[in-house]
């Protein structure tokens, strides 16, 4: 993983509340068994008519979608099922983060582990973002900040060991293996 | 593995104890909790990619034998062809059955899949092989993992890269969710159910309701559940949000183990007994959140929308949008409306059902069968019905009280076990228009097939749509009613 310090790009607005993980990756492209191309099949359903065309009127179809590197979505972002294929094809397709109002628990976990920043701010910033489409932002995962259209900052909560591992490029396997001492302990005690 | 540490002093709660008994480094600051993790179930879907990372990076698997495996997801639901193979909808289905057996091989896994006799949806088959004890930490890369809480253990979905930490390590990293109390007053009135419960649970708290929380039901209604009733409701906590759902064990959890394979035996399960009996939530223990549900006039429930949340009685009328309490909540019903194209105020009894679903790890258990074969028996089917166990042990048994002679008398498909079209991976699928009554546990856009139209609802309700070949109410079906 590339470490994450400072994202500077511009956003694309999904505004729908609780979008959840059939829609960014429907359930036929999990038969999968490594994580590659899973970004083509990101939000299939909503990109794509029924005979493979594109749908003109969804929004990563737009020429001024291209190239953004942050969703900012409605309420309660990526609830639904465990599958990893959602943070693994929105990644694929080049989002770094994703912002809104309610990450759900599984999917920011799983988010966190594939260097997708899973941003949870007030409403009213969200409301900001919602309101600009395209709109430039700056996300510090430092300073934990994004900096908003109107020049505002909002601060956002992340797991300070989560950041660790973001800003330095590393996963928290290292860590749980190097605990093997105390897991065997643990073990032993039955 | 449980009762070994009593980390936090005076009263708590079943989930405290749960997890206190697995802490095997406290969380601090910086680093999260090292949590011990006693069943790992495992299926096709969600581990290739944690078993290439162990391959990549020379591991091994640290306690092979705490992970137990299955195949449900890609799984055909026809019988085995004439020649000895499976009728697989298609290659990749085919590459990831073959790639779970290759793993489980290769890194020393028990694995029940096609063609063993326990073989089934994992979370119906876990519970049956008696795997799923009380006090444990059970996991598996699978969001309804939530179901093994019914017996008292703390269960929950993960991704696969924790699929790889708990091979690797038999642990994860975990900040320790916070806790809230669903507690369920009254008396379910006969022709409701669990499902009926949980669905009405979840349109009060909505979707992400339970984010960050373990759910645990208390009240008179929850311990008048049976088991199967228990694993429907803690089946979808997840669709309230929650991580994990719980309900306290007692001497129905008990008898129903008994004798399981993987149950303890002779004194060793009289011990056990003696354990469990200490996990229930102890008096004046104290839950981050309560919420009170009264469920004497419950009726049974069904979603006409598309998230889980949007659930009605089946007596009830489709919500009308200009009626919502702002403007996101007014989108999200019109947008939902839109794709399930029903008209607001229009009664949903009535409404047009083109296919049954009668399965998941919802309700792919003995008992909802029976309730599905109380509504089908000596009746028609006037849709498309599939039936579909959730195990092989679970086919068996109901063979062998002729359920499955009443489904197909009735016209419907007695399918082979398997996740089938809860979420359409096997070919078992919707027609984009087509409506579903399923008594699966997502009605997301297509999540039965592109364009499908999901309505969720219990195993009787599902089956009083299939004889009526539209939305009805089942109390009206069953027999002395
Ligand atoms: S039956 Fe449905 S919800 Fe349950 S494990 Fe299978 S796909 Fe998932």
């Known amino acids: 993983m590339e470490p994450i310090r400072v994202i500077e790009t511009r956003t694309v607005v999904i505004p729908r509340e609780n979008v959840d993980t059939d829609q960014i990756i429907p359930g036929r492209f999990l038969k999968v068994t490594d994580k590659k191309g899973l970004g083509k099949g990101l939000f299939s359903d909503w990109r794509y008519d029924a005979d493979g065309k594109p749908r003109p009127d969804f929004v990563l179809n737009r020429p001024e979608a291209q190239g953004c590197r942050v969703l900012v979505a409605g309420d309660n972002f990526g609830c639904g099922s465990s599958r990893e294929h959602a943070p693994w094809a929105l990644v694929d397709y080049g989002f770094q983060a994703v912002v809104s109002t309610r990450i759900a628990d599984i999917f920011r976990n799983n988010a966190l582990k594939n260097g997708l920043i899973p941003i949870v701010l007030e409403p009213a910033a969200v409301a900001k973002l919602v309101a600009a489409p395209g709109a430039s932002v700056r996300i510090d995962l430092g300073a934990q900040s994004v900096t908003l259209p109107d020049g505002s900052v909002a601060t956002f909560p992340i797991d300070g060991f989560a950041k660790y591992c973001l800003m330095n490029g590393v996963d928290e396997l290292g860590f749980l293996l190097s605990q093997d001492e105390a897991i065997a302990k643990f073990e032993a005690r039955g | ?481």
């Not at chain 2, 803690?234 to 994990?244: D, L, V």
């Open chain 2, 1 to 481: 593995m449980t009762e070994k540490t009593t980390a936090s002093q005076g009263p708590r709660t079943l989930f405290e104890k749960v997890w206190d008994a697995h802490v095997v480094r406290p969380e601090t600051a910086e680093t999260p909790a090292v949590l011990y993790i006693d069943l790992h179930l495992m299926h096709e879907v969600t581990s290739p990619q944690a078993f290439s990372m162990l391959r990549e990076r020379g591991l091994k698997v640290r306690r092979p034998e705490r992970t137990l495996a299955t195949t449900d997801h890609s799984t055909p639901t026809l019988p085995r062809l004439p020649d000895g193979r499976w009728p697989f909808f298609d290659a990749q289905n085919e590459a990831q059955v073959a790639q779970i057996e290759r793993n489980a091989k290769d890194f020393g896994i028990e694995l029940h899949g096609l063609g063993d006799a326990q073989q089934g949806v994992v979370h119906v088959f876990g519970p049956e092989m008696g795997a799923t004890q009380p006090g444990m930490t059970v996991v598996c890369g699978d969001s309804h993992t939530a179901t093994h809480g019914a017996f008292g253990a703390l269960a929950f979905g993960i991704g696969t890269s924790e699929v790889g930490h708990v091979l690797a390590t038999q642990c994860l990293l975990q900040r320790k969710p916070r806790s809230l109390a669903i507690r369920v007053d009254g008396r379910l009135q006969p022709g409701v159910t669990a499902k009926d419960l949980v669905l009405a649970i979840i349109a009060q708290i909505g979707v992400g309701g339970g984010t960050g929380h373990v759910m645990e039901f208390v009240g008179p209604a929850v311990r008048a559940l049976t088991m199967e009733g228990r694993m429907t409701l803690c089946n979808m906590a997840i669709e309230g949000g929650a991580r994990a759902g719980l309900v306290a064990p007692d001497d129905a959890t008990f008898e129903w183990l008994a004798g399981k394979p993987r149950a303890p035996k002779g004194a060793a399960w009289d011990a056990a007994v003696a354990r469990w009996r200490k996990l229930p939530t102890d008096e004046g223990a104290r839950y981050d959140r309560e919420v009170t549900v009264d469920v004497s006039r419950l009726e049974p429930m069904i979603t006409f929308g598309t998230n889980p949340a949007q659930g009605i009685p089946v007596t009830g009328a489709i919500p009308d949008p200009a009626a919502a309490k702002d403007a996101a909540a007014r989108a999200t019903l019109e947008s939902a409306l839109r794709y399930m194209a029903l008209t607001p105020g229009k009664p949903i009894l009535g409404q047009k059902v083109d296919v049954v679903f009668v399965g998941s790890c919802t309700n792919g258990r003995l008992e909802d069968l029976r309730e599905a074969a109380k509504v089908m028996r000596g009746r028609k089917v006037k849709t498309r019905t599939l039936v579909v166990a959730g195990s092989h042990a679970v086919k068996k048994a109901a063979e062998a009280e002729g359920l499955d002679r009443i489904f197909r008398e009735a016209g419907a498909e007695w399918r082979e076990p398997g996740c089938s079209m809860c979420l359409a991976m096997n070919g078992d699928m919707l027609q984009p228009g087509q409506y579903c009554v399923s008594t699966s546990n997502r009605n997301f856009e297509g999540r039965q097939g592109p364009g499908g139209r999901t309505l969720l609802a219990s195993p009787a309700t599902a089956a009083a749509a299939a004889v009526s070949g539209a939305v009805a109410d089942p109390r009206r079906l069953v027999e002395g009613k």
